[in-house]
């Protein structure tokens, strides 16, 4: 069975409460619902996954090597400044969509560098929560 990993970084554990004007009022629960109702109804398994520690989430995308998984991810702050989060991800195999909540690029100049997107299937920015749906719905009609 295919699945899709839902992947949050630093700090998203605080939607809805962390600056409600860029993020939004929605938690990560609403997104993570949202994410499972809509995979799950088109056959894929689901698991999401949260860390505040970069080597927490380096595991995890190394759990899934070999398997049939795409994986959505909020790196948070680690876009930009996470070397070891990009090796993961190159050296895995699995197809990764970034995503981000806020439009990054009309942000502070230091959000605006990726070093991850080089090495994703896709990156999502600016669309709020409906970034990781547009995500989801990515890797079910294309995988």
Same mark, same amino acid.
């Given at each position: 069975?295919?699945?899709?990993?839902?992947?949050?970084?630093?700090?998203?554990?605080?939607?809805? !409460?962390?600056?409600?004007?860029?993020?939004?009022?929605?938690?990560?629960?609403?997104?993570?619902?949202?994410? !499972?109702?809509? +995979?799950?109804?088109?056959?894929?398994?689901?698991?999401?996954?949260?860390?505040?520690?970069?080597?927490?989430?380096?595991?995890?995308?190394? !759990?899934?090597?070999?398997?049939?998984?795409?994986?959505?991810?909020?790196?948070?702050?680690?876009?930009?400044?996470?070397?070891?989060?990009?090796?993961?991800?190159?050296? +895995?195999?699995?197809? +990764?969509?970034?995503?981000?909540?806020?439009? +990054?690029?009309?942000?502070?100049?230091?959000?605006?560098?990726?070093?991850?997107?080089?090495?994703?299937?896709?990156?999502?920015?600016?669309?709020?929560?409906?970034?990781?749906?547009?995500?989801?719905?990515?890797?079910?009609?294309?995988?």
């Amino acid at each position: 069975m295919k699945k899709i990993l839902l992947l949050n970084g630093p700090n998203l554990n605080l939607l809805g !409460k962390r600056e409600p004007g860029v993020y939004g009022k929605g938690t990560l629960q609403d997104i993570e619902t949202s994410i !499972k109702d809509m +995979v799950e109804a088109n056959g894929w398994a689901f698991e999401a996954f949260q860390s505040n520690q970069e080597g927490e989430l380096i595991d995890k995308i190394h !759990k899934f090597i070999g398997q049939d998984v795409g994986i959505i991810f909020n790196p948070g702050a680690y876009t930009h400044t996470s070397i070891a989060l990009r090796d993961a991800i190159a050296g +895995v195999d699995l197809p +990764v969509i970034e995503v981000h909540i806020s439009n +990054v690029h009309k942000r502070e100049e230091f959000r605006h560098t990726s070093l991850l997107a080089p090495v994703c299937y896709g990156q999502i920015v600016g669309l709020g929560s409906f970034g990781y749906k547009l995500a989801a719905q990515t890797f079910i009609e294309q995988f």
